[in-house]
């Protein structure tokens, strides 16, 4: 299943909300260059946003015998537009959390919980979950900043490595969070 076939379901199934599509991934590149290494069968897919920052994707052949520079280049460009997505989906949520301000007496993180009915435990769930957002947040900013693509390769995939698996211990202390609200009610 393609982007174009998970669209057309979102569609069928009248899920519009504010999200990344297709279209919009096509819309941001500017435009992409390829670059294979001499005598390997690397190959880097640049793609160049419309503000200006490139993301890469690589592709390299294990067996020398089934290299094909041509499809060599449609995985480096499909890697290179995964990254987009995910860069894009980044910059939506923050507009989004941007446009909602937290609700007056709750903490911003854990929606309409007022912050006099939390236990000293569940405080501390919250104020780690927010902790660890900022951090999240910084990190996300590094890896979308000038700096990151000119890291060594394995220290970008470290980071990329940490900036998801802090996401999803975010989304755990998410529903820990939920779980206190539901019994406050």
Request: charged fraction near 25%; include cysteine.
């Amino acid at each position: 299943m393609n982007e174009q076939d998970i669209e057309k379901e979102l569609q069928s199934k009248g899920l519009n909300a504010p999200r990344i599509t297709p279209d919009h991934i096509q819309r941001v590149q500017k435009c992409g260059q390829y670059y294979r290494f001499p005598g390997t069968t690397v190959i880097v897919c640049c793609i160049t946003l419309e503000n200006g920052y490139t993301v890469t994707g690589e592709s390299a052949c294990a067996s020398p015998e089934n290299f094909d520079e041509e499809i060599g280049r449609k995985i480096a460009q499909q890697n290179a537009v995964n990254k987009i997505w995910g860069l894009e989906g980044y910059l939506l949520r923050q507009k989004l959390h941007e446009q909602t301000p937290p609700a007056v007496g709750t903490t911003e993180s854990c929606g309409a919980m007022p912050i006099s009915d939390l236990q000293p435990h569940q405080q501390r769930v919250v104020d780690e979950r927010n902790e660890l957002e900022d951090r999240l947040y910084r990190l996300s900013s590094f890896i979308a900043g000038t700096v990151f693509p000119r890291l060594p390769e394995q220290d970008r995939q470290l980071l990329e490595a940490q900036q998801h698996t802090m996401s999803a211990y975010v989304e755990v202390l998410t529903q820990r969070i939920e779980l206190f609200t539901q019994t406050l009610n």
